[in-house]
């Protein structure tokens, strides 16, 4: 099946610092990718969708300038989490849409740990 | 944003049972998306059943869903202590522009 790759899979930072995390599809091109949160045994939350070229559409409650995306080709988008602080601390997964498929191809994650 | 739920909340079985989890969503769909999770990682796509299926088998999995009720199911047959996981559905909302919206999700332990 198609992979998606996170970089780094695990990231510990101070709190005031700024955190990238990289989405890569390997094996497809994705137009749409998508990054979701998940705390400790909850379900994923989407955060944003992440679109080529263009503006990240971010869902409601969720702070555009503290969680900045960019999706510059056709297999990577990357979110920046700005100024982190403990609160942000979660496994951001991202996925990426297949537009061959209606499949979305998640990546294995990345734990943020902000101290 | 609508939310599924699913339920059992968790569910422990022994190994070789069948295991049985609902998931339940409100709007109008376009498919249902059945994913697995291990603990600390990515999802793993079980199966997919668009909105004018009913029912959809792969190896040992079976999934129904009744879009009168608004509600689906997923049935792992003869399960093994490697099925243990979180096992989450999602739904792609007709208006949703291919975003999916998870449940809560079902934790399944499976006894060796």
């Known amino acids: 099946g198609a992979v998606v790759s996170q970089h780094p899979s695990w990231v510990i930072c101070k709190s005031g610092t700024s955190v990238k995390i990289e989405c890569r599809s390997l094996d497809f091109q994705a137009t749409t990718m998508f990054w979701y949160r998940q705390f400790p045994k909850q379900s994923l939350m989407l955060m944003a969708t992440?679109?080529?070229?263009?503006?990240?559409?971010?869902e409601q409650g969720v702070e555009k300038d503290k969680f900045l995306i960019n999706h510059a080709s056709l297999t990577l988008s990357t979110l920046t989490v700005t100024s982190a602080h403990p609160e942000d601390s979660s496994f951001y997964i991202c996925s990426a849409r297949d537009t061959r498929a209606d499949t979305q191809y998640f990546g294995p994650g990345t734990r943020l740990t902000v101290l | 944003s609508q939310q599924g739920e699913e339920d059992p909340q968790a569910l422990s079985i022994q190994e070789g049972e069948n295991a049985t989890m609902n998931c339940s969503y409100k709007t109008s769909i376009n498919n249902l998306q059945w994913y697995r999770q291990n603990s600390g990682r990515g999802l793993v796509h079980l199966i997919l059943i668009r909105s004018n299926e009913r029912e959809k088998h792969s190896g040992r999995l079976r999934v129904t869903l009744d879009t009168s009720k608004k509600s689906s199911s997923l049935l792992i047959t003869a399960s093994r202590a490697a099925d243990t996981a979180s096992y989450f559905c999602a739904t792609e909302g007709k208006a949703a522009g291919n975003k999916l919206t998870f449940g809560g999700g079902t934790r399944v332990l499976v006894k060796p």
């Open positions: 992440s679109n080529e070229g263009s503006k990240a559409t971010y």
